[in-house]
C-alpha cells in the first residue's frame, strides 16, 4: 500500500503542475518519469522496446527500484506497458491506436475548448493572447530552421493548447486530456507533422485562435476537431503505420 500511495502522490503531483505548467522533478523517481517519459515520446526508446530495468539504471543514473516506480508511473500514463514476470515494453503505436486516440482526444478536448469559451474571463483570454502570440514568433523561425526549432515548437504548441482549455472546470477532463496530448505527441513525431507547421499548422492555430477570442463556440470547435486531425491525416497519407 505503501508503495501504491507513493505512486499515486507522484501522478497527482504531476497531473496538477503539469497543468498549471509549474511541474519540476522534486525526488529521483520524479526526474527518471520525466527523462524517460521525453525519451520514449521523442523516440529514442522504439514502439514495443524491452525496457530492462538492469540496462537503464545506469542509463538513467537511478537505482533499480527508483526506475521501476517511474515505469510505473508511465504504466499509468499508457507510454509503458507491464507484462507479467516480462517486465516492461514500451507501448506499441498502431493505425487502429492513433484513429482510437484522436477520436477520443477531439470529444475531450473539444468539451474542455467548449467551457473555456463559456466560462472563460479576461485572465483566460489574456493567457490565450500571450501563448498564441509565442506560438506564433516560434512558428516564423519554424520556416527557416526546422531542424533547430522544432522542439521548442512542440512545447509552445503544448502551451497554446493548454491555454484554450485552461479555464475548464473539470479535472477528470484535463487529466485524460494530458494524456491523451502526451500520446499523440509520439505520433507527430513519427509522422514528421513539422514539415507542414509552417504553413497549413500556422493558418490553422490563427483561425482557431481568432474564433476563441471572438467566442465563436460552434465555429472554434470544428476547427480544433479538424486540427486535431492532422496527425492522423498525414500518416495515413504516407502509409506510415498498418
Keep these: 500500500m505503501h508503495y501504491y500511495n507513493r505512486i499515486m502522490e507522484s501522478q497527482h503531483n504531476f497531473f496538477w503542475g503539469e497543468l498549471d505548467g509549474s511541474a519540476e522533478p522534486r525526488s529521483q523517481i520524479e526526474s527518471a518519469y520525466l527523462q524517460l ?13 524491452r525496457l530492462r530495468v538492469e540496462h537503464l539504471k545506469d542509463q538513467y543514473n537511478v537505482g533499480a527500484g527508483t526506475l521501476r516506480e517511474a515505469l510505473a508511473l508511465l504504466v499509468s500514463d499508457s507510454l509503458v506497458v507491464s507484462q507479467s514476470q ?3 515494453r514500451v507501448a506499441p503505436m498502431s493505425l487502429a491506436d492513433i484513429e482510437d486516440l484522436t477520436r477520443t482526444r477531439t470529444v475531450l478536448e473539444c468539451a474542455a475548448f467548449r467551457d ?13 493572447v500571450s501563448a498564441y502570440h509565442k506560438l506564433s ?3 516564423v523561425r519554424l520556416a527557416n530552421d526546422a531542424a533547430n526549432v522544432f522542439d521548442e515548437w512542440e512545447e509552445r504548441n ?11 472546470p473539470s479535472t477528470w477532463i ?11 505527441r509520439r505520433y507527430r513525431r513519427l509522422s514528421a507533422v513539422s514539415s507542414v507547421v509552417p504553413t497549413q499548422v500556422h493558418e490553422e492555430h490563427r483561425q ?5 477570442m471572438n467566442r465563436d463556440i460552434v465555429g472554434a470547435e470544428k476547427l480544433l476537431a479538424q486540427h486535431i486531425q492532422l496527425a492522423l491525416t ?3 497519407q504516407r502509409g506510415i503505420l498498418k
Excluded: C, N
Design 116 to 128: 473555456s469559451m463559456q466560462l472563460g474571463d479576461d485572465e483566460w483570454e489574456a493567457r490565450v
Design 234 to 236: 498525414v500518416i495515413k
Design 37 to 49: 517519459r521525453e525519451d520514449i515520446i521523442d523516440g529514442r526508446h522504439a514502439p514495443g522496446e
Design 208 to 212: 482557431i485562435f481568432e474564433a476563441a
Design 137 to 139: 514568433l516560434t512558428e
Design 174 to 184: 484535463q487529466r485524460f486530456r494530458i494524456i491523451l496530448y502526451r500520446q499523440a
Design 158 to 168: 503544448r502551451a497554446f493548447h493548454e491555454a484554450l482549455t485552461s479555464a475548464s
Design 86 to 88: 516480462r517486465g516492461f
